[in-house]
């Protein structure tokens, strides 16, 4: 029982991953396996065969894992010490009402200085969120990414919307 998708938006379904999401019309959507997790990449333009993408944003789930939460928070801090990440720009942790699932958050910027100067895609900022599901034993990632100088109109227009589809879905189990 999902409430309707707002204007521009429709909900796309992954029901062996039980896991709907909102995804901006006219948006490109790749789904596959990557390092023993489930993937779907949703972006704005199509994604190259390495999955790189200049807008838009990549969701991976893995499942039965041991210790979720441990793995949340490494994969979250593995992000903050790539070699491209030039500044944290905020960071917060949160929990579901019923404490089964932790959320961790942080915004990031990057720099990518194998591409040329003028390239839009060379500074990004992104926000990267996992979700520590305790009762099914998934880590879910979040990726959202954009080209710096274009960061609030997608974000706020789209990544915002996309990603918190995820996370209020997941939020509002028992």
């Known amino acids: 029982n999902l409430p309707p998708a707002p204007p521009g ?5 992954f029901p062996d991953l039980m896991l709907n999401i909102l995804v901006p019309e ?17 972006s ?13 944003l990549t969701v991976k789930i893995y499942q039965n894992l041991e210790d979720v939460d441990a793995a949340a928070q490494e994969l979250l801090g593995d992000m903050t ?3 491209t990440t ?3 720009v905020d960071s917060f942790k949160t929990q579901s009402p019923s404490a089964k699932v932790l959320m961790y958050s942080v915004l990031f910027e990057s720099e ?14 992104m926000v990267c969120t996992t979700i520590a599901d305790l009762q099914t034993n998934r880590l879910y990632f979040m990726l959202f990414q954009s080209p ?7 974000w706020n227009r789209h990544g915002g919307p996309a990603s918190l589809s995820v996370i209020n879905l997941l939020f509002a189990r028992p």
């Open 9 to 13: 938006f429709s909900w796309y379904l």
């Open 26 to 42: 006219g948006w490109h959507i790749l789904q596959g396996v990557q390092d023993e997790a489930d993937i779907f990449i949703l």
């Open 44 to 56: 704005k333009d199509p994604a190259d065969s390495s999955g790189n993408y200049s807008v838009g």
């Open 81 to 83: 010490q790539l070699t």
């Open 86 to 88: 030039t500044r944290i």
């Open 112 to 125: 990518y200085y194998d591409l040329s100067p003028a390239d839009a895609n060379r500074k990004k900022r």
């Open 148 to 154: 710096l100088h274009l960061w609030e109109e997608e």
